[in-house]
């Protein structure tokens, strides 16, 4: 007989097109029902929760009294909670962030009993090629989805091993028909039959044993407590069936034992059974853009400064950083950061963004200003230290400020070397804004904020420090105005419409028209573009720009402004007539001594329903793009091949060559590379003629959640069509990027890495409003923890491990062949182990005169505890 495991559940999205508050008020209801079916029903034996364990986080805010109860079932095994803390979008969220979703999930599943062993993520927009490593390295070995497959990708069954390039592997249960198929089961025989003929049909041609899942259960469902009722029913009407209630774990144990499973690679974004909404990418960019911003900031700033700091002495506040990630990891569910939400709920997650970055930028400083404020050292002056948080010395340019009295100044490092720099501006500030103690006692004097640029060699994983002294000298600004850029790297000239072309010296090629801008109509929804029928799209190639260029002896500035004038709306627009307006600022920093272009894109957008996309021209004729994903590097086609028969096989959405990218996107041939690095978009698409330039999607501007009948998507609406006009995203946006080129020998994610993890600074004086007590530590002024010698090798971040009093680093390999992670401890260190993703212990690596060589295969990720 066939098996039919009915497995209880409800799919909890915490927001969507209602609010956190509205489900939670649901959720407290639909906990006790299902409690007391469970606590009073033996016959009931399971019920999943959704594999994430906010849902408990939600529910014991209201109810913590019934921690007991819950505990009591989970460690019975019939109340199934985690592995996840929230299901996790896969796409365009980063690595770090999916590995500490299912770290903190499982940690909080710790407190109850065990968690459920699968990477459960029913309903995420696709499927990202490195999960099953993630997966792996949480000794996790079995994965259900819905969305992204097709036959194209190998095989039509919905059982199959899926693997990663380093050989991760884990065994995939797919729902072809979703997780609600066995949604509110009717009791009417005709009815019941009628819905589930078409679902065995689909089940049985895809399933490779007799082992099928009919998911009890929806979007807020509450239990269906008429369930043994509705599997009579089935057992009538099916006798050569065999229904019962069961758990995902038993229908696994079966599909263990079946031979000659075959076996699948790489991401699943097709659209052809349900919709993966590959231009999703770009909606709400103000929150894609937080959502990037910050967790760079987490992983490339805020942890490896807390472990220095914790490694000279100071406190590793796990609480406060946990904290934090639980406050974006809330954001991260599919339809949070996809943002295919109410206008309501998309103002919730701006709020948790906020207060995140805002925590963020707190620990920071307090860190920079614990390991300053401790040096040991006899000098009163003030003092700025700049603090390099990769694991290799840097020669960098740095812009910071200098806030003091002093009319004249020069900066002293720890050898009393002066070292040189450039006064980019000043002003007076107000003393109470520094400490109002001083203004409460009567010194009124004005002090001065000084911008200033400097440039010297900071060491690896560490800081160095430079005291600000007093000198006769009369400061002067040496910044000089220009019409002829020339770096080391570049000649550049830009045009009357604020397009820039570009000399590279070190490749000899011109690049003409950089940041282009293309902007067409978008008659589409939160979930999807769609562009109008045969409109002529608008470029800036007419628009009159105001520039302003300025040079110093360490970068060049280039400060744009025009305004593109565009149709106010989708009507406006199908009659052609300009009355609208996109504001655009643009400032682009370029360094003197590395072949980089530094760019902050401010627009102001007074126009409807259009999409605004910016163009880097490359001279190179591709047919694949390179970008990274989690912990490694993709490829893609520039051209879907199934676009040429989606229309023919009647596919739910059409596949388009929108993809996501989390750092950089870059096309490369035989002679050098060209790329964007982001530190605010994540969605780009390879246009032209010779599908040679990168198109980055700057915003996307829609009033829709969903709409129905699209150009691209046929048929019903995504979601539901509910007017949210702060889709439209008027106002001002500002988006940071960068465009790096480089020779092919050159690793494009470490060139990533550094652009996203800048030196940052602290200035310290004898004035701050909030006081602090001396430490009692004593930290040096120059110092290095470790360093790093490969140049393939990418640092992903380095803290302290959970558990245990020792530190995890970890780093990933992104190039086409294994590589060799060299580290040099600066210290005596003890045993250093390998160790999975949970941070367990794998095996001892040897460790000889505090070096430590490991083994890295392409596209693999490893962390060393030590």
Request: glycine share 8%.
């Given at each position: 007989?066939?098996?039919?495991?009915?497995?209880?559940?409800?799919?909890?999205?915490?927001?969507?097109?209602?609010?956190?508050?509205?489900?939670?008020?649901?959720?407290?209801?639909?906990?006790?029902?299902?409690?007391?079916?469970?606590?009073?029903?033996?016959?009931?034996?399971?019920?999943?929760?959704?594999?994430?364990?906010?849902?408990?986080?939600?529910?014991?805010?209201?109810?913590?009294?019934?921690?007991?109860?819950?505990?009591?079932?989970?460690?019975?095994?019939?109340?199934?909670?985690?592995?996840?803390?929230?299901?996790?979008?896969?796409?365009?969220?980063?690595?770090?962030?999916?590995?500490?979703?299912?770290?903190?999930?499982?940690?909080?599943?710790?407190?109850?009993?065990?968690?459920?062993?699968?990477?459960?993520?029913?309903?995420?927009?696709?499927?990202?090629?490195?999960?099953?490593?993630?997966?792996?390295?949480?000794?996790?070995?079995?994965?259900?989805?819905?969305?992204?497959?097709?036959?194209?990708?190998?095989?039509?069954?919905?059982?199959?091993?899926?693997?990663?390039?380093?050989?991760?592997?884990?065994?995939?249960?797919?729902?072809?028909?979703?997780?609600?198929?066995?949604?509110?089961?009717?009791?009417?025989?005709?009815?019941?039959?009628?819905?589930?003929?078409?679902?065995?049909?689909?089940?049985?041609?895809?399933?490779?044993?007799?082992?099928?899942?009919?998911?009890?259960?929806?979007?807020?469902?509450p239990i269906q407590k008429n369930i043994f009722t509705i599997i009579e029913k089935l057992q009538n009407l099916y006798p050569e069936r065999d229904f019962f209630l069961s758990k995902y774990e038993n229908v696994f144990e079966n599909l263990e034992e079946q031979k000659d499973l075959v076996t699948l690679k790489g991401e699943f974004l097709d659209g052809k059974y349900m919709r993966v909404h590959r231009s999703i990418y770009s909606t709400r960019m103000d929150i894609k853009a937080a959502n990037t911003r910050i967790e760079n900031k987490i992983t490339n700033i805020l942890e490896p400064l807390a472990s220095i700091a914790y490694r000279l002495g100071f406190e590793y506040h796990h609480g406060l950083i946990e904290l934090i990630w639980k406050e974006i990891m809330k954001n991260h569910a599919h339809d949070s950061i996809g943002c295919c939400c109410s206008d309501k709920v998309h103002r919730e997650i701006q709020s948790r963004f906020y207060l995140a970055e805002e925590k963020v930028d707190q620990l920071i400083n307090f860190y920079k200003r614990k390991i300053v404020d401790s040096m040991d050292t006899t000098n009163e002056n003030d003092r700025i230290t700049l603090f390099n948080l990769l694991p290799y010395e840097r020669t960098e340019v740095v812009t910071t400020s200098v806030m003091t009295k002093l009319k004249s100044f020069k900066l002293v490092d720890h050898e009393s070397n002066e070292i040189d720099y450039e006064i980019i501006e000043s002003k007076v500030t107000d003393p109470g804004l520094i400490d109002r103690q001083i203004v409460h006692y009567g010194n009124y004097d004005p002090f001065i904020e000084y911008t200033i640029q400097l440039k010297d060699n900071i060491p690896s994983m560490g800081y160095k420090t430079f005291f600000v002294v007093e000198d006769d000298d009369v400061l002067k600004k040496i910044t000089y105005s220009t019409n002829e850029i020339e770096t080391d790297y570049y000649r550049i000239t830009v045009n009357s419409n604020g397009t820039l072309n570009i000399f590279d010296k070190q490749i000899k090629q011109i690049f003409t028209n950089v940041l282009r801008l293309e902007n067409g109509g978008d008659d589409g929804d939160e979930y999807d573009y769609s562009p109008l029928l045969n409109e002529e799209l608008i470029y800036s190639d007419y628009v009159v720009a105001e520039t302003k260029i300025q040079q110093n002896r360490f970068r060049v500035t280039i400060d744009i402004k025009y305004t593109l004038a565009v149709p106010s709306n989708l009507v406006k627009r199908k009659k052609q007539i300009l009355d609208g307006a996109v504001d655009v600022h643009i400032v682009v920093n370029v360094p003197n001594h590395k072949p980089r272009l530094d760019i902050k894109f401010e627009v102001n957008n007074q126009a409807k329903d259009h999409r605004l996309r910016v163009l880097i021209p490359t001279n190179i004729a591709s047919a694949f793009s390179l970008s990274d994903n989690q912990f490694g590097s993709i490829k893609r086609d520039v051209v879907d091949s199934a676009i040429h028969f989606w229309e023919e096989e009647n596919w739910d959405e059409r596949p388009d060559s929108i993809y996501p990218m989390l750092s950089y996107v870059g096309l490369i041939n035989d002679d050098f590379g060209v790329s964007v690095l982001t530190n605010s978009t994540r969605e780009y698409e390879i246009v032209g003629e010779k599908f040679d330039t990168i198109a980055i999607t700057l915003f996307r501007s829609v009033g829709f959640l969903g709409k129905e009948e699209m150009v691209r998507r046929p048929g019903r609406p995504s979601g539901i069509k509910l007017p949210t006009p702060d889709s439209q995203m008027i106002g001002k946006l500002l988006l940071e990027f960068a465009i790096a080129t480089y020779s092919k020998e050159e690793n494009v994610a470490r060139i990533a890495k550094e652009y996203l993890t800048p030196v940052v600074a602290y200035n310290k004086i004898p004035f701050d409003a909030m006081k602090l007590n001396e430490s009692g530590v004593k930290t040096p002024l120059v110092f290095s923890f470790f360093k790093e010698y490969s140049q393939k090798i990418v640092l992903s971040t380095l803290k302290k491990a959970e558990k245990v009093d020792k530190f995890v680093i970890r780093f990933y390999n992104s190039s086409e062949k294994a590589e060799y992670a060299f580290l040099q401890f600066n210290d005596e260190i003890d045993k250093v182990y390998t160790v999975n993703l949970n941070e367990k212990v794998k095996v001892e690596v040897i460790v000889n005169d505090q070096q430590v060589g490991i083994n890295v295969r392409t596209n693999k990720v490893k962390s060393i505890l030590f």
């Open positions: 007989m066939k098996k039919v495991h009915i497995v209880p559940h409800m799919h909890w999205d915490r927001e969507w097109y209602f609010t956190t508050e509205e489900s939670r008020i649901l959720l407290v209801n639909n906990m006790e029902e299902i409690m007391e079916m469970l606590e009073t029903n033996p016959d009931y034996p399971y019920y999943v929760l959704d594999g994430q364990t906010a849902i408990l986080e939600d529910y014991f805010a209201v109810k913590p009294e019934n921690k007991e109860r819950v505990k009591k079932l989970v460690q019975e095994g019939r109340l199934i909670i985690g592995p996840w803390y929230t299901q996790t979008d896969e796409m365009i969220v980063g690595g770090e962030s999916i590995v500490r979703n299912l770290l903190y999930g499982m940690k909080d599943c710790e407190e109850f009993g065990v968690p459920m062993k699968i990477g459960y993520l029913p309903d995420s927009f696709g499927q990202s090629a490195q999960i099953p490593m993630i997966l792996n390295g949480f000794d996790i070995k079995y994965s259900i989805f819905w969305r992204g497959t097709s036959e194209r990708h190998g095989t039509n069954k919905t059982e199959f091993y899926w693997e990663t390039d380093d050989g991760s592997k884990v065994l995939v249960q797919l729902f072809p028909l979703g997780y609600a198929i066995g949604k509110y089961l009717p009791e009417d025989e005709e009815v019941l039959q009628s819905r589930i003929d078409k679902y065995f049909t689909v089940l049985d041609r895809g399933a490779t044993s007799d082992h099928i899942i009919l998911p009890n259960g929806h979007d807020q469902m």
